[in-house]
């Protein structure tokens, strides 16, 4: 059986540990911030359920940019086809400068391979 040692603490400490142990005995929850504030190990309480997140590459960003730009070119073609179902000019001046400038944006460099792709 493990010694016991009392500690003497301050009223306001003893209720906010009661406050925010939950089930947890007044031990483990001290034991439990122990650990996460001075790295002695995993808790045995954290989630295990986390995933182990990997870096975003140029790569991925590359992608990203270009999904967006399809979207948005997806969302132009709407706008306009419903403004010419409605009766609206909507006037090719204006899908044209659009479009330009979608393609004159500013794009990260893509890894050799890798092709762009320009918004018709």
């Known amino acids: ?3 016991k040692r009392m ?4 009223a306001e400490v003893v209720a ?3 406050e925010n142990r939950g089930d947890l005995s007044q031990a483990e929850f001290i ?4 650990d996460s504030q001075l ?12 995933e182990e997140l990997e870096p975003v590459t140029q790569v991925d960003l590359a992608e990203l940019e270009s999904g967006i730009k399809d979207l948005l070119r997806s969302f132009l073609e709407f706008f ?12 090719k001046t204006d899908l044209a400068a659009l479009t330009d400038r ?6 990260p460099s893509v890894p050799a391979g890798r092709k762009r792709t320009k918004i018709r």
Do not use: Q
């Open 39 to 50: 790295g002695n190990g995993e808790s045995s309480h954290a989630s295990d359920h986390e």
């Open 102 to 107: 979608l393609n004159d944006s500013p794009r």
């Open 1 to 3: 059986m493990a010694d």
């Open 31 to 34: 034991n439990l911030l122990l």
């Open 16 to 18: 906010r540990v009661d």
């Open 7 to 10: 500690m003497v603490l301050p």
């Open 80 to 91: 306009i086809t419903y403004g010419l179902e409605i009766g609206k000019d909507t006037g």
